[in-house]
């Protein structure tokens, strides 16, 4: 019993087995095609009738009247004559068609299985076609020669049968390559599986394929499981870490506002300060924005009043780009990484500059600025949690960038640190459409 093969290496044998065996079986009936007998069985039998009659009538006339007795029993597609002697040479030996109606006007007619019979093939005045052209000789020694019109579809011109080969050979392509993708789709659904996890979603990951892909898959399915919950169970001990600080930070800040040195207690205050945006900061790290839907938002709408809060909160900060962009997007996630680019930039600089571009089917953000900038072979550092360029200088936990960058990520976009025309650092966020699950 036939098994079709679990490993991959023998899938794809398969495919290419098929593939030929499927430019064979064209090759073959395209040939079957290009030369098509065109004589019916009903023809044939008639022409085989019509030789066995002129056989007979013009044997018993006399020699002058054997011309016109022949061709006045010919017939529409079968014409007849009587000639004394013939040029005709039989070509049956070489060709096996003209044996096997040879052997059929015989079936039909017993009479003329012991005769001697020229048979051959020429050209049809009828482009595409040719003709049964014959001699069957006399007991006198004379001939009744027949031309059957048509009898064999002619071959196609060179350009005719070139196209017809290049649309088989483009059928067997498209079959091989449907056959192809219907091996290689569990393989794009464990990338796209794989894709998912990467972004901390779970994703139902189908054990399906090739023997190798099934045992990838199995792998996967249970790293999966095991990362998900690592990574959930680190999160929520940071969650929870992050939270019960606050307890003993609200009791530092009401101790602290005991003490009657006014400059020890604003310098604890800002240290306090400082731990709690730490926290805010951690929690917006660690906080999964995964189930948030993409809609239809105005991400221009957005960067303005990303713009004017700032500039409310006495940055000097401009915006540059239209009033309205409408495109579909994560309205929350945007949100956040504005806020922290722009919170980032105002930390370090005196002027920022916020800019917007569509761009193809998505968009293209800039946050400009004239602080000192990132040098370059630090750039993909800063895009790592907890990496400040100056630790000493304090202001910060390191995870502006990195909490901007893991958002972006996750709404299918990139971000990229550049040197601004301003003298500072330049951020480029670029996000196309949300891609459809």
């Known amino acids: 019993m036939w098994r079709r093969p679990r490993g991959m290496v023998g899938r794809i044998a398969l495919v290419l087995l098929a593939a030929l065996m499927l430019e064979l079986i064209g090759n073959v009936a395209l040939y079957a095609w290009e030369t098509r ?7 044939t039998a008639r022409v085989a009738q019509a030789l066995v009659a002129a056989d007979r009538a013009v044997s018993a006339a006399p020699r002058q009247d054997r011309a016109r007795i022949a061709n006045g029993m010919s017939h529409p597609g079968l014409a007849l004559n009587w000639v004394p002697r013939t040029v005709i040479t039989d070509f049956t030996p070489s060709l096996d068609r003209l044996g096997e109606m040879r052997a059929r006007l015989a079936a039909h007619e017993a009479a003329l299985a012991g005769r001697q019979l020229r048979l051959t093939i020429l050209p049809s005045q009828t482009r595409g076609q040719r003709d049964l052209v014959g001699a069957m000789q006399l007991a006198d020694g004379s001939f009744v020669t027949f031309r059957v019109t048509p009898y064999l579809a002619a071959p196609p011109g060179v350009l005719v049968s070139t196209l017809m080969h290049l649309g088989l050979m483009a059928l067997v392509l498209v079959a091989a390559l449907l056959m192809i993708r219907a091996l290689v789709r569990p393989l794009r659904d464990l990338a796209n599986a794989a894709d998912q996890t990467g972004r901390g979603q779970a994703a139902e990951i189908a054990v399906a394929g090739p023997h190798e892909v099934r045992r990838v898959a199995t792998a996967f399915s249970a790293m999966q499981e095991r990362l998900l919950k690592l990574v959930e169970d680190h999160s929520q001990s940071l969650i929870a870490v992050s939270h019960d600080l606050r307890t003993p930070i609200q ?3 009401l101790r602290t506002a005991l003490l009657d040195d006014p400059e020890t207690r604003e310098s604890m205050n800002a240290d306090l300060e400082e731990m709690e945006r730490f926290i805010e900061a951690t929690l917006a790290f660690v906080r999964d924005d995964a189930e948030e839907a993409p809609r239809l938002i105005d991400i221009a709408t957005i960067a303005i009043t990303a713009v004017d809060n700032a500039a409310d909160a006495g940055a000097d900060i401009l915006y540059s780009g239209p009033d309205s962009l409408s495109l579909p997007g994560y309205p929350i996630a945007l949100k956040r990484v504005l806020a922290n680019l ?24 800039s946050v400009d600025d004239d602080g000192p900038g990132i040098p370059e072979d ?57 891609a459809r699950d």
């Open 37 to 43: 007998e065109l004589t019916s069985s009903e023809e």
């Open 251 to 253: 009791r530092l800040q």
């Open 342 to 365: 722009i919170g980032n930039a105002a930390r370090h600089a005196q002027a920022i500059e916020v800019g917007l571009a569509p761009r193809g089917d998505g968009f293209v953000l």
């Open 378 to 434: 630090r750039r993909a550092e800063m895009l790592m949690p907890f990496r400040r360029l100056d630790p000493a200088q304090g202001g910060g936990a390191g995870l502006g960038l990195a909490t901007s960058h893991k958002a972006v990520l996750r709404m299918g976009g990139t971000l990229a640190l550049e040197t601004s025309p301003m003298g500072g650092l330049r951020v480029i966020v670029e996000a196309g459409p949300p």
